[in-house]
Every structure is written in structure tokens, then in C-alpha cells.
């Protein structure tokens, strides 16, 4: 991971690397034209927009790897139903194994067991079930940015604030999945994980932002550890992890994050394995985990995941060594009020 934000960012010079990422950028074209295309066919009503029955609100992001919309979308969830709102989930559900269901919505089923949460490519239709046979209330839209084929009543972006903007390039020439005019779409935009960066660098993504769309709101965002979890359902305080020497290993577009909070837990990460995306362990995953947790140069504790990666093991162990997940909630610390208020006028609009 850190070759590629190495060549994506040009910090790498070699002549290799100019030559890569000028193949990438011309990669980047085809997509860029199918982007703008299929936007300008949206902006000008060339393509339907459906609507629901009941408020939409939606959660999504302008680059490929995790900003932290499945916390976003909890904490959302929790907000709703704490005011009796019948709340359901949507989403594409990338990646799912047989059983329909991919790593994010077996976490949200364990986090939000209240909540259902429906999976289908075409979300419209997902709506329909759920306010038709649901009785649901309300949807969220997980990682709903870029399916612009439902109205949505919220339009909420979440930018990571250690890389915001993608490395300034669309896929596969950097991260972005849209360019950054399409910010001018969003109601709120979200700095996510604030606490991993220097109030400057927050300023300078603010003001980046409201050069495309000075009307958003601002908000700012930490991924807040809350206790560590097995399969079982067993949990320990965070405060465990302090002086605990631990294999990380994750499957998310941008593990630094996670290793990152784990360090700040006062873990000391003897090593980490990352996997893609969405990744489906196989049993020489998991042997391999077990390998190398064995042959780490200190004494290992544990292995830590997420709880995305938990769903996907679903085993208390790996080989010898204890299996925990780092549960993470997101929680606001810039623009509490200016949400609450947004959410405030979609409550009011419930029938």
C-alpha cells in the first residue's frame, strides 16, 4: 500500500514511476468520459431520478477505499431510532458471499440488530421492499454518492482527512471516483478521522471544499475506539491493548488508519498483513495469519481486525493466538449542532 500512495502521490521519481503513472492517466481517460457523461445525463434530466416514498438520506464519498461510511451510517442509525424513527439500511452489497450478505452487513447486523439492512444493486427497488413490506420509515444510503438513480432528501460526503482528495486523480490514475467539482452535489461534507491530522491541514481541505460548494456544511469527524470483540461476542475494555504486542491485519482500501488507531490504543503493532478490499479470507489466509504471528520477533499477544474482517473469519482464534476485533464508533467533533439540525427536518418530514 505504501508503493502505491508513493507513486499516486509522485513522491516516487524514478523513471519507472513517471512512465506508470503516465500509463495510469491515460487509463483514467475512458473512465473520466463515462463519469462526466453519465453525471451531465443526471444534471440535465436525461435519466430518471426515482423517488421514495419516505426520506432518503445518504452516505457515500468521493474516493475508492474507506473513508468510515459503515460507522457514519451506524451513528446515524442510532440517532433515528433513538427518536423512534423505523430506520432501514440500502446498499449494492459488493462483495457478498453466498449467502447474499458481504463484511459490512454482518457488521451492521451484530451493531445494529434493529435495523434491517437490504443489499441489491438496484436500490430503488430495495426501497420498495423496504417501505412496502418493511413498514420503514426512513433509508440510509450506504456508499450512495455515485447511484444517483434514487433522490435522496441528505446528501452527506465523508473526505478522509489524510488523503481528502485522491491524490488529485481519478481512478486508476489516483483515488478519486469523481471529480471534485461533483462535491457541488453535497448538503454536508465530513472530514473524517479530524484527531490524525494538524488543525492546518484541516483549514486547507475546508477551504478546498468550499471553493466547490461554499453553501455545504462543514463537519468534523473522529473514529472513536470502543471496546474490542470475539465471534463469541465477548468484549474487553480498549485499555487492554496497552503494552499488548499484536498482529493487525485488515481487508480495507486504506489499512493505515486502522494501524494507526491501533498504535494510539498503545498497542505495539509487531506486524501487519493487509488484504484487499472487501477480501474474502480463504483457509490459507488464515494459515498464513497464523504463520506469521508465530514468527513475529517478540512474543505475540493477539491478532486484531476489524470488525468487517471479524464477519468474514467468524472464528475466536487464529491458530494458537486470540482473535479480536478494534470496534470503532465515529463520533462529531466539529458541527454537532449543524447535523442534528439537517436531521432535525428529516424527522419532521417522517409521515
Not at 432501514?88 to 457488521?107: C, M, V
Not at 448538503?187 to 486547507?204: F, G, Y
Request: aromatic content about 6%.
Amino acid at each position: 500500500m505504501r508503493r502505491v500512495e508513493e507513486l499516486l502521490s509522485g513522491r516516487s521519481n524514478s523513471l519507472s514511476s513517471i512512465f506508470l503513472r503516465a500509463g495510469l492517466w491515460c487509463l483514467s481517460q475512458p473512465y473520466s468520459a463515462v463519469i462526466w457523461g453519465r453525471n451531465l445525463a443526471y444534471d440535465r434530466r436525461w435519466k430518471k431520478v426515482g423517488k421514495s416514498s419516505v426520506p432518503v438520506v445518504s452516505v457515500g464519498n468521493l474516493t475508492a477505499g474507506g473513508t468510515g461510511k459503515t460507522p457514519a451510517v451506524a451513528m446515524l442509525a442510532r440517532w433515528f431510532r433513538k427518536r423512534n424513527v423505523r430506520v432501514g439500511i440500502l446498499s449494492r452489497g459488493f462483495g457478498a458471499g453466498i449467502d447474499g450478505r458481504n463484511d459490512e452487513a454482518k457488521e451492521l447486523e451484530v451493531l445494529l440488530p434493529d435495523v434491517p439492512h437490504l443489499q441489491k444493486p438496484d436500490r430503488l427497488a430495495s426501497a420498495q421492499i423496504a417501505t412496502e413490506e418493511l413498514g420503514m420509515q426512513l433509508l440510509l444510503l450506504d456508499d450512495g454518492f455515485q447511484h444517483r438513480k434514487i433522490h435522496r432528501d441528505l446528501e452527506i460526503v465523508l473526505l478522509d482527512a489524510r488523503e481528502p482528495f485522491g491524490f488529485g486523480h481519478l481512478l486508476p490514475r489516483g483515488l478519486l471516483r469523481e471529480p471534485l467539482r461533483s462535491l457541488r452535489r453535497a448538503d454536508i461534507v465530513m472530514a473524517t478521522r479530524a484527531d490524525q491530522v494538524d488543525s492546518q491541514k484541516l483549514a486547507e481541505i475546508r477551504t478546498r471544499v468550499q471553493r466547490y460548494n461554499p453553501k455545504a456544511a462543514w463537519l468534523e469527524s473522529e473514529h472513536k475506539p470502543v471496546r474490542l470483540r470475539n465471534s463469541a461476542g465477548d468484549t474487553k475494555d480498549i485499555d487492554w491493548l496497552c503494552g499488548k504486542n499484536v498482529l493487525a491485519t485488515c481487508g480495507l482500501g486504506n489499512p493505515q488508519g486502522f494501524i494507526q488507531t491501533l498504535r494510539a490504543c498503545g498497542a505495539n503493532v509487531v506486524a501487519s498483513t493487509n488484504f484487499p478490499d472487501h477480501h474474502n479470507f480463504s483457509v490459507q489466509d488464515i494459515q498464513l495469519l497464523s504463520k506469521q504471528a508465530r514468527e513475529c520477533e517478540v512474543k505475540c499477544d493477539a491478532v486484531v481486525c476489524t470488525g468487517k474482517d471479524l464477519a468474514k473469519i467468524d472464528s475466536p482464534r487464529i491458530g494458537q493466538f486470540e482473535l479480536w476485533s478494534l470496534d470503532v464508533e465515529l463520533t462529531i467533533r466539529t458541527g454537532t449542532a449543524i447535523l442534528e439540525e439537517y436531521l432535525e427536518r428529516i424527522v419532521a418530514s417522517v409521515g
